[in-house]
């Protein structure tokens, strides 16, 4: 039988360690964890712009859209988010980006 697809997620053991009535395993779950960490956990300065125009959003649209549950209004969120990054990144861009025009 072909490897099913959630066969993926399975957790194998890659040390196994008993001590005593105690198991204890180092796992391939564990593996990766060690790996995400070794990484940088201060957030440079683009991750915290982004994070920062992430919070403003989130907030602006929980102020206006008040009739709304939570679910409908996470459920439009990225579209507002997405037309907002746009919308301010193509003001930004026209704004540098173009010449004065001379008569």
Known sequence: M???PLEQFAILP???MNIGNLYFSFTNSSLF???TLRGNLVPNAWQSLVELLYDFMLNLANEQIRGLSGNVKQKFFPCI???FTFLLFSNL???IG???VRF
């Open 2 to 4: 072909p490897n099913g």
């Open 14 to 16: 890659l040390i196994p």
């Open 33 to 35: 964890m060690l790996l």
């Open 81 to 83: 988010f997405v037309t």
């Open 93 to 95: 861009r026209g704004m």
């Open 98 to 100: 173009t010449r004065p």
